[in-house]
């Protein structure tokens, strides 16, 4: 069989070698701790990273909703707006429109047209503001009432911006100045 031998280490060459162990430790762990640390700190930080990125993700697929009903409720104020100013190739026509409307609104109500007025504008940036002026008469008060409802119902939309009744022993007189926007088509271009 084999031969058993055995090596006899001193104390001295066992502590030297306990030593060299303790100092290889002692090197390994001032590099490798370190290593480690670091490591450990940068997967920190991807982790954090990525959660601020998951965060951010979840705020825009939530925001993505809420911006889907802000564009749709832009759109159809867009739509409405557009619904509610004149239009026309030319600056007289949309004129001629708004007295059109006007003078048959008051006759729809009951209202008998007495007269109207030329058309003042004001232009500025492409929008065209168009005032215009009517006077009328009604033996009935309703009937003025109705003419009001139906202007603010009108589409596109006539705003009120003067308005003026008087009775007299037989029937009411008024006048009313009502204002309409517009954009020119030679203005959009």
Do not use: K
């Not at 954090?48 to 104020?77: F, T």
């Not at 168009?130 to 603010?152: H, K, N, W």
């Amino acid at each position: 069989m084999g031969q058993h031998t055995s090596v006899a280490i001193s104390t001295r060459e066992r502590n030297l070698l306990l030593l060299l162990g303790a100092v290889g430790v002692a090197f390994l762990a001032s590099y490798l701790f370190p290593a480690i640390g670091a490591w450990s700190q940068q997967r920190d930080q991807q982790i954090e990273a990525l959660e601020l990125a998951l965060d951010q993700e979840q705020r825009l697929i939530e925001n993505s909703a809420r911006w889907a009903g802000d564009r749709a409720e832009v759109e159809l104020r867009e739509t409405e707006m557009q619904l509610g100013i004149f239009s026309g190739d030319t600056i007289p026509l949309i004129e001629a429109a708004i007295q059109q409307d006007l003078s048959r609104y008051a006759r729809e109500s009951g209202l008998t047209v007495n007269s109207t007025r030329l058309a003042e504008r004001l232009e500025t940036e492409g929008w065209l503001l168009i005032s215009q002026e009517m006077s009328f008469r009604t033996s009935e008060a309703d009937r003025t009432v109705a003419f009001l409802e139906r202007l603010g119902e009108s589409m596109p939309r006539l705003r009120v911006s003067d308005f003026s009744l008087s009775r007299s022993r037989t029937q009411y007189t008024g006048a009313i100045t009502v204002v309409g926007f517009a954009r020119p088509a030679f203005a959009t271009d």
